[in-house]
């Protein structure tokens, strides 16, 4: 009998492997065995595949991929699995379009997050609006992408929808900072009723004192239903004298008002430490934009950019990861001061 509950559809397909015996008991989160599961240019013009989003389709698998084009160029390509595992990817980058379907390209286009809403997928990406901004498209047969409306002021970087309406109002997790390699930035909130105006902005969690996460933090996947609020798995950041790591946290956030975080994991959940996360073309990053997840087992499969080059999958299980959490939740007031209530 499982203690906590997804709330959502059963994928019995999803991608799994049970804990390896090496694996430690402790650590919440293990790597899938043939990590990494996309590698070096995977496309014709594409030199490497990253911090990319996917999610269940027509009985399949279906996402968007940050190819980085031999002209170090990012933009987003899809990609489509029977098994989530091996993918096929389309040789032309999206085509996005606007309201009257003409082409209309964003200079650039980088770490998607894919999230369905109702009949319809958004799709949300880091792209220049006179400095990082983000972008966001709507589709419902993944052959046209309608921009639509750009959210946020810049300058903001992973913006991460959830995945239901709450209180009648979209939500969106964003991290505000400034341009280049942003030396700061804490999560936020923010709703609209109608994907065009967004408001009520809220503090949802900062950056801590726990060193793995001590420079900025920055939504991930998009936020789980559960029964125990929302989870939520992110990117926290610490700076060395050789650059910055990049490693995945864990928090529940209110599953009502989810600028209220309930618990957020002191530890991180996945560190740096394989070959492919310690080396590549930034090394040392674990940075998370998806999950598949089956209401059914509770089984969670984490879908994670490996150092900048690769695509690295995790699995944990929800009763795992949440007494995880829960074990080792520290919050502070600057997780809640402002959060709404
Ligand atoms: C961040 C983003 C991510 C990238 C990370 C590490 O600022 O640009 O796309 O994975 O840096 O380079």
Redesign the pocket.
């Given at each position: 009998m499982s203690k906590y509950k997804i709330i959502g559809p059963a994928v019995p397909n999803m991608p799994w492997q049970d804990r390896p015996a090496e694996s430690k008991e402790w650590m919440p989160l293990w790597r899938y065995s043939e990590n990494p599961i996309i590698g070096r240019n995977p496309v014709e013009n594409v030199a490497r595949i990253?911090?990319s989003a996917v999610i269940p389709y027509e009985g399949k698998f279906i996402g968007v991929f940050?190819g980085e084009q031999i002209n170090g160029i990012?933009h987003i390509y899809l990609g489509h699995s029977e098994d989530a595992i091996h993918w096929e990817f389309e040789k032309e980058k999206i085509n996005f379009v606007d309201e009257d379907g003409n082409s209309f390209m964003p200079v650039y286009a980088?770490?998607p997050r894919l999230v369905k809403v109702e009949d319809t997928y958004y799709m949300m990406w880091?792209q220049d609006c006179y400095g990082?901004g983000i972008g966001m498209a709507k589709t419902t047969d993944f052959k046209t992408f309608t921009r639509i409306e750009n959210p946020f002021l810049p300058f903001n970087?992973?913006a991460v929808l959830f995945p239901r309406k709450i209180n009648g109002n979209f939500m969106m997790l964003s991290r505000p900072s400034d341009s280049g390699?942003?030396p700061f930035g804490d999560i936020y909130v923010s709703e609209s009723p109608d994907m065009v105006y967004w408001g009520k902005h809220r503090h949802v969690m900062g950056k801590s004192p726990e060193w793995w996460e001590s420079v900025k933090i920055?939504g991930g996947a998009a936020p789980i239903e559960t029964d125990e609020g929302w989870l939520l798995f992110y990117?926290g950041?610490t700076g060395t004298c050789n650059g910055?790591v990049?490693s995945i946290g864990g928090a529940i956030l209110d599953i009502d008002n989810p600028s209220v975080v309930k618990y957020r994991c002191e530890n991180f959940l996945l560190t740096p430490e394989e070959w492919y996360e310690e080396r590549g073309?930034?090394p040392n990053?674990c940075?998370p934009c998806a999950t598949i997840h089956d209401a059914e087992t509770g089984r969670i499969a984490i879908y994670y950019?490996a150092a900048?080059t690769y695509v690295g999958l995790a699995f944990t299980e929800l009763d795992e990861v949440i007494d995880y959490i829960k074990e080792h939740s520290v919050v502070r007031q600057s997780d809640t001061e402002t959060g709404r209530r």
């Open positions: 990253f911090n940050r990012p980088y770490d880091c990082a970087r992973n390699h942003t920055g990117h950041v910055l990049y073309f930034v990053v940075f950019g900048d």
